[in-house]
Nanobody
Framework: QVQLVESGGGLVQAGDSVRLSCAAS????????MAWFRQAPGKEREFVAT????????YYADSVKGRFTISRDNAKNAVYLQMNNVKPEDTAVYYC??????????????????WGQGTQVTVSS
């Protein structure tokens, strides 16, 4: 059983930077692809960024490319999302996901087996 716990969300202003963390417990996730998704009120959960098991390959949604960076520390069993120059449209609950089951491009919410409970990020203008 894997538990994923996100942290680092909160209320920020447009243009600020935020760093989200996702800590895994129960088993090591170092051999699994991991990702961040987000869900705004009334909208579907959407892909944000993904990283492969070694951390050597990443992929981003067009809406965050150049502003967000996904990284991981396998020694700490964790994945991170550095969010720079945030915008009001980045407001959402951000979810960490692990164990990529299918390799669709872009990934969808159906492609990952394990999920965290989410952390709220609210960006004020």
């Amino acid at each position: 059983q894997v538990q994923l716990v996100e942290s680092g969300g909160g209320l920020v202003q447009a243009g600020d930077s935020v760093r989200l963390s996702c800590a895994a417990s129960g088993r090591t996730v170092s051999s699994y692809g991991m990702a961040w998704f987000r869900q705004a009120p009334g909208k579907e959960r959407e892909f944000v960024a993904t990283i492969n098991s070694s951390g050597g390959s990443t992929y981003y949604a067009d809406s965050v490319k150049g502003r967000f960076t996904i990284s991981r520390d396998n020694a700490k069993n964790a994945v991170y999302l550095q969010m720079n120059n945030v915008k009001p449209e980045d407001t959402a609950v951000y979810y960490c996901a692990a164990n990529r089951l299918r390799f669709r491009v872009p990934p969808t919410r159906f492609d990952y087996a394990w999920w965290g409970q989410g952390t709220q990020v609210t960006v004020s203008s």
